[in-house]
Every structure is written in C-alpha cells, then in structure tokens.
C-alpha cells in the first residue's frame, strides 16, 4: 500500500505498474497493488510511504477495527518497534490550507490502538514517533475514519523513519509561510550538512518561509527576490536582501555562499538555466543546490528526466529527487556539486 499527494495516485500507478504490479484499490492519496513475486516494495519520486499490507477493516466502530488490526498482525513477529497512524491526504496540499500529516482524529485513533495493543505488541510508549534504521514499524493509513487500512514496513532512509512520510517539526517562532516547512524537509531528506555560519542564499526568497529555517539554524542567509521580505527576516542581523532577480546580479553577490536554495515562480527550463549560470561562475563555490521545480500538473512530470539530465550536464557528485511531503505540485532536487 502506498501514500502519496492526493492528486499525485495516477503517477504512482503507472510507475508500480511498469514493475509488475497488478493495481487493486485506490483513492485519491493511496493506492494498493498486488505482486505475483516476494517484490521489495516499490520506491518513486511520489511515492511518500510504502508498507506491505496486512489488510483493511471498515466500521463505525474503532474498537471494531483494532480488533481486526489484532487479527492482522497476530501471525507477525511481536512486539513491532513503532506504530505511525496518519489520513490520507483529504485535498490538494495547500488547496483550503491543507497540509499532510497526522489530524485530530488519527491521533485520538492512534492513541487508543496504543492503548489496545500494549507493550505485548508494541514497543513504543507513544505513537508516531520518529522510527531508527532497521525498526519495524506498523502503519495504519485512515483511508476514511471508519476505513482502515494495515501495513508494516522497515525503516532504512529519513522519510520512511517518519509517519506517514511526513517531516515532524516545531518552530522555535510561527513561520512566515509554509515555506519555512518545505526547506525543513528539503534539508533534512537532502543529507546536507548545513552548519552555523555557513553562508546561504536563496533565490525566491519572499516573503521569508525558508529563510527563516536556514536563520534559525544559525546559517547567515542572502535573500533575492523583487518583492519585498517580512520585517522579521529583512531585519535580522545575519540577512542580506537584494530586491532584484537572480540572473540580474553579478556573480560575486554569491561569493563564499555554501548553500543554494531555489523556489521561484518561473518555468523549470528557466530556472535550472539561471541555476547553471551561477554554479559554472568561476567565482562560486556552491556545494549543494536545493531545487524547486513547478509542474503545473502531473502530467509535466514526463519532463523531470529531461530536466535531471540536464542538470548531469553540470557534472554533479549526486542528484536526488522527490516530491516532499510539503510540496505542491512540484519536485525538489537536491543537487551535490563536486568541489
């Protein structure tokens, strides 16, 4: 069983299917497929979560439903590490403010299968916390409060450690824009070392999302972007703003940055063209680039092996790409330059 962005299931489909997946249900954010082989588990670029399932349970009645979850897990090896509750996306990230992640009723779910299933079955004294490499975790998707569905998987790279794919964080301060959790998640699923003091720039910077991240972790930050930042980031001590476009600046504002964070509201040929023509400058020295490339639709994601072979033409160490738990209908890539 597989969550993505709701909206993003036909890509999924399509990707699971080349790999000899048959396809059983769906909704939009989940999808399940059937395997005539011991399969691994499929990986893509949207899909968020994968589990193997261990079935479904439909009622109003949640004790009814744990009961079958019981049913389900008793021929597993007990007790499991973790258990990670979470809805599938209910609408477009973004559209009515939506945003992925746990809800009111998954957590009141959660904690009474927590309750039911006790230590005999699970090891964890809370539910969804962060998972460690190689712990076994039990996922329950709320396809519909009253429709369930089971599944276990292993946990091995950071957004499979997370529940339901979904980066949990806590602002030091109420972000400026919800672009202050997209960074978050970019930088931890990159694996890139940012530190204190290292200098970052990012190119699209208002009103301030993501900038505010890269402050709070200490990191002294350049914005550019024409409109205007918000006050608590344009006056913060270790931020520089330049109101123009990226590809209006000379080469030497990027002078000694570590770190390139890129979310503009252009076509991605344009930006990855206005990405180049900073990293191939010989006065920069940029070791990782954070890319935010907009879709559109899904349907433009037919293009994103285009765009990755020409981001190769640069001659990068390592390209990832994914689409975040927090990203619209865009991708990120998170680009390792050779230094």
């Known amino acids: 069983m597989f969550s993505c962005a709701h909206g993003a299931e036909g890509i999924v489909k399509e990707s699971i299917a080349s790999a000899g997946w048959r396809l059983s ?34 009622s109003s009645n949640a004790d009814e439903l744990i009961e079958r979850l019981i049913e389900s897990i008793s021929t597993l090896s007990l007790p499991l590490d973790h258990l990670h509750v979470w809805p599938r ?41 962060i998972a460690q490499p190689s712990e076994e975790v039990l996922d329950v998707v709320l396809v519909d409060p009253s429709h369930w569905f089971f599944g276990t998987h292993t946990a091995t790279t ?15 301060y109420e972000p400026i824009s919800r672009a202050y959790y ?6 931890a699923w990159s694996g890139f070392d940012l530190r204190p003091g290292d200098l970052a720039v990012e190119v699209g910077s208002a009103p301030g999302g993501a900038c505010g991240r890269l402050l709070e ?40 940055a570590k770190w390139l964070l890129v979310d503009s509201t252009v076509k991605p040929d344009a930006t990855l063209s206005t990405v180049r023509n900073i990293v191939d400058s010989r006065e920069t020295s940029i070791r990782g680039c954070l890319i935010t490339m907009k879709l559109g639709d899904y349907e433009r994601a ?3 092996p285009r765009w990755r072979r020409e981001v190769e033409r ?26």
């Not at 005539?36 to 193997?52: E, G, K, Q, V």
């Not at 409109?227 to 002078?255: S, V």
Request: charged letters at 30%; hydrophobic letters at 35%.
């Open 25 to 58: 249900f769906s909704r939009p954010g989940f999808v399940t497929a059937k395997h005539n082989d011991n399969a691994p588990l499929p990986t893509d670029i949207f899909i968020r979560t994968a589990s193997r399932s261990l079935g479904s349970g439909k």
């Open 89 to 129: 996306d209910r609408a477009p990230i973004g559209r009515f403010d939506f945003e992925p992640g746990s809800d009111e009723v998954s957590m009141a779910v959660a904690s009474r299968i927590l309750e039911r299933l006790g230590p005999e079955r699970l090891r964890c004294s809370a539910a969804n916390e």
């Open 217 to 256: 972790m200490g990191l002294d930050v350049i914005g550019i972007d024409p409109a205007e930042m918000d006050p608590r980031i344009a006056e913060h001590p270790r931020f520089m703003h330049y109101a123009a476009r990226a590809g209006d600046l000379p080469r030497r504002i990027y002078r000694g």
């Open 314 to 339: 640069w001659r990068p160490e390592r390209i990832e790409i994914r689409h975040l738990a927090r990203n619209r209908c865009e991708v990120c890539f998170a680009v390792t330059l050779r230094t």
């Open 158 to 172: 950071l957004p499979t450690r997370w529940p339901g794919g979904v980066q949990p964080v806590s602002p030091e």
């Open 302 to 304: 037919s293009q994103i």
């Open 182 to 187: 997209k960074a978050a998640e970019a930088i």
